[in-house]
């Protein structure tokens, strides 16, 4: 059914040859397969930066080594072009079953989920620099297939939007938008979606000169919008994650465990957690004051629940031998 390509001597991975449906531009897909899978099957879809391959990513990553552990099975997907971007400008990729890259790799996930016993709630998709920008588009376009993404280094989905496949404006963080007006373009990409939205974690360097880290801030901006979320590793919400990688520059290293690790909710080791979406009422901004203090209403927040924040009206007081912590103005947790 496969045709076995190497891509380590180490590891075996397969080039997918089978018609697994339209792939407009042609991307080439790498199948890991370790030797026990779990029953039902997670799926992780994994993208290289621009200037890489599959390989590239293959070896830079432990995920085949994870996959080992854990038995899920790793899509590494090929980017089409000469220098190795993924295709997030054109309205075709940005657009539920629109074309391009996004909807040949749309279209391996449906064919994995019908042939290769994969759990549909239970696909992932992760990628650095470009890589991570498709992840953003695959989470606007498909939201249907995927349960969450980890972004490393990346845009907000639709920042790179245009005629162009590289946008300047976006790259150095010049594009700034409400998070309404990122929200919005999010919903645009798959008109009259009403379920439930795909999970997503971000990582970006304070010094990053190749995607400025304000892209950082405008991502979360759009995505706490999507979720109806307040301000706030930062946590907003229970469907959005951040992490800001101190003196780090393009791009962050790969934190593969931390990304699978349960307690962050992030991955397929804890189960979905279905909640309904809901238009958000308000348009939040980035705080630059303190926020003021918040009075205890007698229970105790969980450890790793929201304890304090502008706006917030639950208990202050974190369940011993938590202390409530303040991750910003909007959002404090109890670690």
Known sequence: MFAVKSLLLAAAATSVTVNFGANPTNVQMYLYKPTALATP???????????????????????AQLADQHGFLVVYPNAPTAGGCWDVASTASLTHNGGSDSLGIANIVRYAISNWGVDATRVFATGTSSGAMMTNVLMGAYPDLFAAGSLYSGVPDGCFAGPSAWNSQCSTGELILTPQQWGDRVRSYYPGYTGVRPKVQFWHGTVDTTLYPQNFWEEIKQWTNIFNAGYSRASFGPNVQAILAQGVGHTVPEHETDTLNCVNRIWYLCPPVTTPTTTPTTTPTIPTTTPPATT?????????????????TGP????????????????SQCL
């Open 316 to 331: 202050t007081v974190c369940a011993a031998p938590y202390t409530c912590q303040v991750s910003n103005p909007y959002y």
């Open 41 to 63: 099957t997670p799926l992780i879809i994994a993208m290289h930066y621009c200037s890489g391959t599959a390989q590239a990513y293959f070896q830079g990553t432990s995920l």
């Open 296 to 312: 205890s209403t007698g229970a105790t927040a969980a450890h790793w629940a929201q304890c304090g924040g502008i706006g917030f």
